[in-house]
């Protein structure tokens, strides 16, 4: 008599499927989800827009030093009324901030965005290797 | 009376331009950061165009020679419309907020 053998799958869906790929169904804290949504967040507003790539330069010159529009379009090396476009989009996204000084308005990082900024360093290598 | 298939046609079309800016825009980006997350947005628009190219070839399969069919299909027309027309409504959102 033949007995009959049940084949198994070769590979281990383990292997395959990424670990946290369901982690959004709640096995990970409240603060590591919303970590998780802001990431996808900047990644899309860096890497699925068209300007993304500049909003992205200009989030990692502002991240240590407050700077204003002016000051950003020359280290950059960008016309003036395309940093005040980017840094509109940033502001309303609630990436960057508007400090008002005596003359200019200087823009800097909003709390989430430096809470997070690791993702940022992990976008910005990316760019820089390529 | 509305020519639906026409307007399902016209409505097609206008997808695959909206999902061309969209590819466009995807791989510009994918040429300075290379991710996951690039490609993936790239797959996506590109399987979205193809299903777009796909849509048309199978209606204008539909209009080849046979009245039949042909009848049938304009009885139907208006449901292929009205599909057409949200998923531009869709895309157009993605690309203003793409490109702004």
């Known amino acids: ?128 290797t390529n | 009376m509305v020519d639906f298939m026409l307007a399902a046609v016209v409505s097609a079309f206008l997808n695959i331009g909206l999902l061309l800016v969209i590819i466009g825009t995807y791989l510009q980006n994918m040429r300075v950061i290379r991710s996951y997350y690039t490609s993936g947005l790239v797959l996506v628009a590109a399987l979205l165009m193809l299903q777009n190219v796909v849509i048309v070839l199978f209606w204008s399969t539909l209009y080849m020679d046979d009245k039949a069919l042909m009848m049938s299909a304009d009885m139907v027309a208006h449901y292929l419309f009205t599909i057409n027309v949200i998923q531009s409504i869709g895309l157009s959102i993605l690309v203003w907020i793409t490109r702004r």
């Open chain 1, 1 to 128: 008599m033949f007995a009959t053998t049940i084949v198994f799958p070769v590979f281990s869906f383990s292997e395959i499927i990424p670990r946290n790929l369901f982690s959004f169904l709640g096995t990970d804290s409240e603060q590591s989800r919303q970590n998780h949504r802001f990431k996808m967040i900047l990644w899309f507003i860096i890497a699925g827009t068209k300007g993304g790539i500049n909003r992205a330069k200009i989030l990692n010159l502002i991240k240590d030093t407050p700077m204003n529009a002016n000051k950003i379009a020359t280290v950059l090396n960008l016309d003036y009324k395309t940093v005040i476009h980017h840094v509109k989009i940033l502001s309303k996204n609630e990436l960057v901030t508007k400090a008002e000084k005596d003359y200019a308005a200087e823009y800097q990082l909003t709390q989430i965005m430096k809470e997070n900024q690791n993702v940022l360093e992990e976008i910005m290598q990316k760019i820089g």
